[in-house]
């Protein structure tokens, strides 16, 4: 079945740097996209990064460009998200996605970043 397993979270203090993982499974991983979404208390869930599957082509909200980076490793069926210059502002759940061409759509159990000041 169609699994995604984020991985990399924890507790770092602000202006520190932290990877996040994505593995997938189930599914031909290099035929989609993969996004990055966080969710902070009280805050909806937001999409914060993506990454194409045809050219890896990416977007990022405009409170982690530049600060972000999106890529991924096919072979590995696996989506990274590095993040630096953390802030508390980023402490939130950081989720997978991905949508497939029927509408349905699989999420990650998701991994807890804190971001101490």
């Known amino acids: 079945q169609v699994q995604l397993l984020e991985s990399g979270g924890g507790l770092v203090q602000a202006g520190g740097s932290r990877r996040l993982s994505c593995a997938a499974s189930?599914?031909?991983?290099?035929?989609?996209?993969i996004g990055w979404f966080r969710q902070a208390p009280g805050k909806e869930r937001e999409l914060i990064a993506r990454i194409s599957w045809r050219d890896s082509s990416t977007y990022y909200a405009d409170s982690v460009k530049g600060r972000f980076t999106i890529s991924r490793d096919n072979a590995n069926n696996t989506v990274y998200l590095q993040m630096s210059s953390l802030t508390p502002e980023d402490t939130a759940v950081y989720y997978c996605?991905?949508?497939?061409?029927?509408?349905?759509?699989?999420w990650g159990q998701g991994t807890q970043v804190t971001v101490s000041s």
């Open positions: 996605r991905v949508v497939f061409t029927t509408g349905v759509t699989y």
């Open positions: 189930g599914f031909t991983f290099s035929n989609y996209a």
